[in-house]
């Protein structure tokens, strides 16, 4: 059985469709664990060894260090397993295709447990790793900078906005896009996450992913607010990321004709196929995608079904 069905909704005379969005199966499972996992272990650790007194008074060149880490990282977990999942690794990124139509309420929500239970597993392992070591880091645990912004709750759920916003775009920019530079989307999107932690990591610690901040989180220190925590770590993220999304779809995607939010486009896996003429598609009566073959011959019996006039077609809408 395929790991992902699809299903078609038919207008006018059934030879456009749109599609549900993909339902996902137990290796997209397995990805979006394994991957958050991997992202969260390695981010937290990179952190706890190049540690200060917290992650926001680390100097420049620390930065520098971590964010290439969050480049490369990413880049390689998009390559070897956005094939599975879409390459999501942050809750953030999964409401947002979730609001946006690209995977199912169920789905996203399976998403969502597996992100948070890798996290957690990822800083488990830094700390058993590390023990001491990351301990004055709360081994990665992002906090607000009481230096620079005072460690007042507003400035950071809007650097955590921002920095989201830029990576949500790239991500609609390389992945959703069907016209975008897909093959690219490795170092595009690995790269915006870089530059948004060299920018933003001295402010909040770079969160810019509820899953990633919550794991270190549950075992650093605990006397940062929680409600500071969930304004500027969890809504800060979602937020941006939503943003980026619906304006990335109103803005570039529906003006060229690919706005549709049930057009399936499964992020990063290169099993969505789109066409450089703005993403139509042509389906047969069963919803599967139409070969240059078969597109040639609904083209020609629509030629042969128009009138003796030369002057319209059959009348039907689609």
Not at 139 to 157: A, C, H, N, V, W
Not at 221 to 232: E, L, T
Request: charged letters at 20%; proline letters at 4%.
């Amino acid at each position: 059985m395929e790991a992902s069905r699809r299903t078609a909704a038919y207008s006018g005379t059934g030879r456009t469709a749109h599609r549900d969005v993909e339902r996902r199966g137990p290796e997209a499972y397995a990805a979006e664990l394994i991957g958050t996992l991997m992202l969260v272990f390695f981010i937290c650790a990179i952190v706890s060894l190049h540690h200060g007194a917290s992650p926001t008074a680390l100097g420049v060149t620390d930065w520098a260090v971590i964010g290439l880490v969050h480049f490369f990282l990413l880049a390689m977990l998009i390559h070897t397993l956005g094939g599975a999942s879409g390459g999501h690794f942050n809750p953030a990124v999964t409401i947002t295709f979730a609001a946006l139509r690209k995977i199912g309420p169920v789905d996203a929500a399976i998403y969502i447990v597996l992100q948070i239970i890798g996290a957690i597993l990822g800083a488990l392992l830094v700390k058993l790793l590390l023990d001491n070591e990351g301990e004055a880091v709360g081994y990665g645990q992002p906090t607000i900078s009481d230096t620079r912004l005072e460690s007042k709750m507003l400035p950071g759920f809007f650097a955590e906005l921002i920095g989201t916003f830029a990576l949500m775009w790239a991500i609609m920019g390389v992945a959703v896009n069907p016209k975008g530079a897909r093959d690219w989307a490795g170092i595009t999107i690995g790269g915006t996450l870089g530059f948004a932690v060299l920018v933003f990591g001295p402010l909040t610690g770079a969160g810019l992913n509820p899953a990633r901040a919550l794991g270190p989180s549950l075992f650093g220190d605990d006397s940062a607010p929680v409600g500071d925590f969930i304004v500027a770590y969890v809504l800060g993220p979602t937020v941006g990321a939503l943003l980026a999304g619906m304006l990335y779809t109103a803005l570039i995607l529906r003006p060229d004709g690919m706005g549709d939010g049930r057009r399936e486009i499964d992020t990063l896996s290169g099993r969505a196929e789109s066409r450089r003429d703005g993403g139509n598609v042509d389906y047969d009566e069963t919803g599967d995608r139409l070969g240059k073959d078969d597109d040639h011959d609904v083209r020609r019996g629509d030629d042969e079904r128009r009138d003796d006039t030369g002057t319209g077609t059959t009348g039907n809408t689609l």
